[in-house]
């Protein structure tokens, strides 16, 4: 039975099959259980099908499945399940991260007791696959200004209303807003005059691996570049901010091993920063 509390959680997956279980569970053991979690294979070419149907058949009031018969990205796929979303809630998850247990129900109480904002995300755990590495929270309460200097939302952690995702038409799906569809999303969210913000709690536990930086390649870069250049011109943010993303472009060409050690070093002194 779907009432007007039900959360819609909507997830792509794409060769997902060595921690797709881990995010799952960790959905099934939220405090807060009603939730449908609709999940969209991506073309994968892994077991990844395979692990969703179980599930779906283990919890058949639980699971949406939907496939897409090749690899159509990330936009593409949250799109497809935002067209199956029923509900008045929808939340974000990522195939390759876990919650923590109370993440839902913190979300749904701040959003029942703030009718003023659209949308709320969280704080971030982020770990390496075998420890944790740092931590990410973001401003409070994003405005345009401060879009420019730090992303608005951590993209997975979110939890908003249908009605914002129709009122922005969804993902954009074009080409040069893969992987940045996040920040795409955020500029036209406050363009829009919409309001959110974010939880200071780590209820996210994000996987950033050498995998995750391997997917920072040059047309990311210069996607990322683009895709804020527009977004912030829509934001009317004029002068030096709007061409500051293309001077990141160029690390695209630092090799893999050197980019990890420097993003790690990162984490490492906030880290450090946050125990003095």
């Not at 935002?82 to 959003?111: G, H, I, N, S, Y």
């Not at 659209?118 to 971030?124: E, F, I, K, P």
């Not at 401003?139 to 879009?147: F, G």
């Not at 959110?196 to 210069?222: H, I």
Request: glycine share 4%.
């Amino acid at each position: 039975m779907i009432d007007q509390n039900t959360v819609s959680i909507i997830m792509a997956c794409y060769n997902s099959e060595k921690t797709l279980e881990k995010a799952i569970d960790s959905i099934l053991a939220q405090t807060y259980d009603n939730w449908i979690l609709i999940c969209c294979d991506d073309g994968s070419s892994d077991r990844t099908v395979e692990i969703l149907q179980d599930y779906q058949k283990r919890y058949p009031d639980k699971f949406v499945v939907l496939q897409n018969e090749t690899n159509r990205k990330l936009p593409y796929s949250l799109n497809r399940c935002l067209r199956e979303v029923k509900t008045e809630l929808v939340a974000r998850m990522d195939a390759d991260d876990w919650c923590m247990p109370e993440r839902l129900e913190k979300q749904v109480v701040f959003l029942q007791e703030h009718p003023e904002y659209d949308l709320v995300g969280t704080g971030q755990l982020v770990t390496d696959g075998e420890k944790t590495i740092g931590t990410i929270v973001r401003y409070p309460e994003p405005t345009k200004e401060s879009m420019v200097r730090q992303n608005a939302f951590s993209h997975p952690t979110i939890m908003t209303y249908k009605r914002v995702y129709d009122a922005l038409g969804g993902y954009s799906e074009d080409p040069r807003a893969i992987r940045v569809e996040d920040v795409d999303l955020w500029c036209r969210f406050l363009a829009a005059g919409f309001r959110g913000y974010n939880m200071p709690d780590l209820l996210y536990v994000y996987l950033d691996d050498r995998q995750s930086v391997k997917k920072r390649t040059f047309r990311a870069r210069l996607n990322s570049a683009l895709t804020r250049y527009k977004g912030y011109t829509l934001m009317g943010i004029r002068g030096w901010p709007r061409y500051r993303p293309f001077l990141y472009v160029w690390k695209a060409f630092v090799p893999t091993g050197i980019y990890q050690y420097i993003h790690l070093r990162k984490y490492a002194r906030k880290k450090e920063a946050e125990q003095k």
